[in-house]
């Protein structure tokens, strides 16, 4: 089940970034997909978990091809399909590196590996795509504002996620340890 919410949340934050406009937070413009990539570090997190870290990169390459089809199907130019590419391979890889790393509650590995993936993938995207180095869909003055929006709402999914977690991992092992 959790592989299939990670791929599902990879596939729908780019249906949901074709689908709606950026949401203006102040100063800030962030894409909607970028409210479930947060949880996209989360999943996989977990499918880490079961399947360990090897498996885990297949999934990550099997994710890297389904949203670069996904976002060339829904009319993304070549160059913002690359720049998710690689701003994915980039996060989800150092994400996965983070978490097999740190020697720390579950809760507190899912929320520092998705803080610093959450960061690449926001800087690496905007910088590559949507910057007049990309696409230009934004000029230099707005790239720190979009890219600040970005991790200020994947560091909150990942708070949040990492918050449940916590209560979800204790109950999970109070009832192993019951049966």
């Known amino acids: 089940m959790r592989l299939l919410f990670y791929l599902l949340s990879i596939v729908t934050a780019n249906v949901v970034t074709a689908a709606f406009a950026p949401f203006d937070l102040g100063i800030f413009i962030v894409p909607m997909g970028t409210f479930l990539i947060g949880a996209t570090f989360i999943f996989r997190?977990?499918?880490?978990?079961?399947?360990?870290?090897?498996k885990t990169y297949f999934f990550i390459a099997t994710a890297l091809v389904l949203s670069a089809i996904v976002s060339f199907l829904l009319g993304d130019t070549m160059?913002?399909?690359?720049?998710?590419?690689?701003?994915?391979?980039?996060a989800e890889t150092?994400?996965?590196?983070?978490?097999?790393?740190?020697?720390?509650?579950m809760?507190?590995?899912v929320f520092y590996s998705g803080l610093v993936g959450g960061l690449l993938d926001s800087v690496v995207f905007v910088i590559i795509g949507l910057s007049p180095l990309g696409a230009e869909f934004?000029?230099?003055?707005?790239?720190?504002?979009?890219?600040?929006?970005?991790?200020?709402?994947?560091?909150?999914?990942?708070?949040?996620g990492a918050l449940l977690l916590n209560p979800i991992n204790y109950l999970l092992k109070a009832n192993a340890s019951t049966n």
Do not use: C, H, M
């Open 45 to 54: 997190d977990l499918v880490q978990n079961k399947y360990g870290r090897k």
């Open 79 to 90: 160059l913002i399909v690359i720049a998710s590419a690689l701003s994915f391979a980039i």
């Open 94 to 105: 150092t994400d996965t590196e983070i978490y097999t790393r740190l020697k720390l509650p």
């Open 107 to 109: 809760s507190w590995r």
């Open 138 to 160: 934004l000029p230099w003055e707005a790239v720190p504002a979009a890219i600040l929006g970005q991790v200020i709402v994947k560091t909150v999914i990942q708070s949040i």
